[in-house]
Nanobody
Framework: QVQLVESGGGLVQAGGSLRLSCAFT????????MGWFRQAPGKEREFVAG????????SYADPVKGRFIISRDNDKNTGYLQMNILKPEDTAVYYC?????????????????WGQGTQVTVSS
């Protein structure tokens, strides 16, 4: 059974940085593309970033381009989201997701497994 566990969320001031981690267990991590999504109160879950199963291809939502970096370490079975120059509008619960396919998707329904989420709060 695949499990994803996020960590690294917290409270940070605007302009600061956080690094989220997503630990993957249960199957071969390198067989899964990864995505990061977020959901703010009263809003729909939205795509943040995606990375292909071997890490050769990445994609970012427009609001985070140039500030966030998605990466993965297949030897450690862990994915990462480095978040820089954080803004109050980045406040949300962040979820990592895994898709049993070579490439990521920006549509949340195309992912097979989800973590429990980690809260990120950016104060102004």
């Amino acid at each position: 059974q695949v499990q994803l566990v996020e960590s690294g969320g917290g409270l940070v001031q605007a302009g600061g940085s956080l690094r989220l981690s997503c630990a993957f267990t249960g199957r071969a991590f390198s067989s899964y593309a990864m995505g990061w999504f977020r959901q703010a109160p009263g809003k729909e879950r939205e795509f943040v970033a995606g990375i292909s199963w071997r890490g050769g291809s990445t994609s970012y939502a427009d609001p985070v381009k140039g500030r966030f970096i998605i990466s993965r370490d297949n030897d450690k079975n862990t994915g990462y989201l480095q978040m820089n120059i954080l803004k109050p509008e980045d406040t949300a619960v962040y979820y990592c997701a895994a898709r049993n396919a070579p490439d990521y998707s920006d549509y949340y329904r195309e992912y097979d497994y989800w973590g429990q989420g980690t809260q990120v709060t950016v104060s102004s």
